[in-house]
């Protein structure tokens, strides 16, 4: 009996730590063009080579990527707090080959326009960096 009010009580404390959102942040939500990324172990900078990508955030919570107006891939996401009250952001199903694909989320704020996001949980990530380039 004792195993399981334990197991009750850890179960509460992990889902209090981490709360998803059922609504989306409206800042969020919008068309972001992504800018560059800095970061890694080396400390480098990684740009889109005169492409550009497009990250847009749907009050639907489905998110789509497109690169040079060609939809590369969509899935849905969703955003969390987590304990220390960081704002995470998760993309579900988006592509490795997208220097923001973390598949730890992205902890994310909004400053003047500009999306910036980091590698959550990563020690050696990345800041990725997004224009507002749009509202919804």
Do not use: E
Request: hydrophobic fraction near 40%.
């Amino acid at each position: 009996m004792k195993k399981r009010i334990l197991f009750l009580m850890l179960w509460v404390c992990i889902g209090l730590a981490c709360k998803k959102s059922n609504t989306p942040n409206s800042a969020l939500m919008g068309t972001w063009q992504w800018n560059y990324s800095i970061g890694g172990i080396a400390g480098q900078t990684i740009t889109p080579m005169g492409n550009i990508v497009v990250l847009r955030l749907q009050p639907d919570s489905v998110f789509s990527v497109t690169v040079n107006g060609v939809q590369q891939t969509t899935g849905l996401y969703h955003t969390k707090v987590d304990s220390a009250n960081h704002s995470i952001l998760y993309l579900q199903g988006i592509l490795a080959a997208f220097p923001f694909a973390s598949p730890n989320g992205l902890v994310y704020q909004i400053q003047n326009n500009q999306l910036i996001c980091d590698d959550h949980q990563v020690s050696d990530g990345f800041r990725h960096y997004f224009g507002r380039i749009g509202a919804l």
